[in-house]
């Protein structure tokens, strides 16, 4: 899944202007707060682990990562989720929420148990996979600069969560050979609707400013 030339093409502008850029990574950890939200919310608690604890708990402080960074770039403006400190927020919600909804309806047939397993399962699948991918991008564009390594570090842990749970969908899925092709293409559709957004908006803030 490697990123299209167009998120490539928005990155490199992006990292060119500070308070582009703080809007770029505040995007970013408002997608980071949602996905931590979203495994908070998504499982009963009688099945919550301690892996599963652990990675809304890393979730959470990609977002809180990113969003220093904003600050650091930006200035105390970007301390929130306001709409003019990011971009396309409703497009990146819509993302989130269409593949949860998309891949809960692939599900429908199993009890509600079973499918919020499989849910998140394929759902962080998709994501980590292209977090890994944006952030991969990203890194590649920031050169020497010192948020860097900061990048390489949760990079590594999007790599930690990708092998749990590849090994979490190999168990509980029999079916994952045939299933993951077809959510590939689905999320492939919505991170191009995503994409496509950001980069109309990016393009409007840059003709005015
Ligand atoms: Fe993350
Ligand atoms: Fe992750």
Redesign the pocket.
């Known amino acids: 899944m490697k990123s299209d030339d167009r998120l490539a093409a928005v990155i490199a502008v992006v990292v060119k202007d500070d308070r582009v850029h703080a809007r770029f990574l505040n995007t970013f950890s408002f997608l980071e707060y949602i996905g931590f939200r979203k495994i908070v919310k998504s499982q009963r608690a009688e099945i919550v682990t301690r892996t599963l604890l652990t990675h809304a708990l890393?979730?959470c402080r990609h977002a809180l990562l990113l969003k220093k960074l904003a600050v650091k770039l930006g200035g105390r403006d970007f301390d929130f989720y306001r709409v003019e400190t990011m971009f396309c927020p409703e497009a990146a919600k819509t993302y989130f929420q269409e593949l949860d909804h998309q891949c809960d309806a692939k599900f429908a047939q199993l009890d509600d148990l079973e499918r919020s397993k499989l849910v998140y399962l394929y759902v962080t699948w998709l994501i980590?996979r292209r977090?890994l991918d944006v952030y991969g991008c990203y890194k590649d564009n920031l050169g020497g600069s010192d948020l860097a390594p900061r990048v390489n570090a949760l990079l590594a842990?999007?790599v930690g969560?990708l092998c749990a749970v590849e090994a979490g969908i190999a168990a509980g899925d029999p079916q994952h050979a045939a299933r993951s092709a077809q959510f590939e293409a689905l999320e492939a559709a919505l991170y191009r609707d995503f994409v496509g957004a950001m980069a109309r908006e990016i393009a409007i803030h840059r003709a005015e400013a």
Do not use: M, W
Request: hydrophobic share 15%; proline share 0%.
């Open positions: 890393e979730e980590e977090a842990e999007e969560h």
